[in-house]
T-cell receptor
Framework: DAKTTQPNSMESNEEEPVHLPCNHS???????IHWYRQLPSQGPEYVIH???SNVNNRMASLAIAEDRKSSTLILHRATLRDAAVYYC???????????????FGKGTLLTVNP | DGGITQSPKYLFRKEGQNVTLSCEQN?????MYWYRQDPGQGLRLIYY???????QKGDIAEGYSVSREKKESFPLTVTSAQKNPTAFYLC?????????????FGNGTRLTVT
């Protein structure tokens, strides 16, 4: 299984940008990088995904290193509602069963201070 | 609104009893998944199904069983053989066969077995 490494926790102040790092040194060429976040007692929520190029959507931006061995999720202005556990996972490309076996680690617990 | 419904939100059972957790989706997704989450941990894959009448074991299938008789439904049975059944159970779905297809999660069922 392709694995990712994230810091256990990070802290931010409200209305400041947050950069959440993820290392995935064993990523293969067809793996997509997905980010999810999970609020307490809820299911994870999809945030953003990318393959090689940087991506933007209404929730966040995803910056992917040129060698694809790391990525950074960027929340441009953190709010209290962004406090959650953020998971960086690799979605294996190709057909077959491995495409469906997604590995969620412990993620990064983001605390946002008012 | 399309989504995934898990019921009930909380479930209590006595040790030795089988219990079935419900998961229904109206997203017209072919692929469905069951994950287990323990306190402070990531998600671990129990079973997944790529299509009706087909399912595969995930990383921790022992003590669990599933069925996939309808596209929209993927119930999970926690049997008495599961040694530590108390956990937070999450169901998810996705479009089949697309590498970049995100997972859509339900809000989980918290099972307590005493």
């Amino acid at each position: 299984d392709a694995k990712t490494t994230q810091p256990n926790s990070m802290e931010s102040n409200e209305e400041e940008p947050v950069h959440l790092p993820c290392n995935h040194s064993t990523i293969s060429g067809t793996d997509y990088i997905h980010w999810y976040r999970q609020l307490p007692s809820q299911g994870p929520e999809y945030v953003i995904h990318g393959l090689t190029s940087n991506v933007n959507n209404r929730m966040a931006s995803l910056a992917i290193a040129e060698d694809r061995k790391s990525s950074t999720l960027i929340l441009h202005r953190a709010t209290l509602r962004d406090a959650a556990v953020y998971y960086c996972i690799l979605k294996e490309g190709g057909s077959g069963g491995s495409n469906y076996k997604l590995t969620f680690g412990k993620g990064t617990l983001l605390t946002v201070n008012p | 609104d399309g989504g995934i419904t898990q019921s009930p939100k909380y479930l209590f059972r006595k040790e030795g009893q089988n219990v079935t957790l419900s998961c229904e989706q109206n997203l017209n997704h072919d692929a469905m998944y069951w994950y287990r989450q323990d306190p402070g941990q990531g998600l671990r894959l129990i079973y997944y199904s790529q299509i009706v009448n087909d399912f595969q074991k995930g990383d921790i299938a022992e003590g669990y069983s599933v069925s996939r008789e309808k596209k929209e439904s993927f119930p999970l049975t926690v049997t008495s053989a599961q040694k530590n059944p108390t956990a937070f159970y999450l169901c998810a779905s996705s479009i089949r066969g697309r590498d970049n297809s995100p997972l859509h999660f339900g809000n989980g069922t918290r099972l307590t077995v005493t």
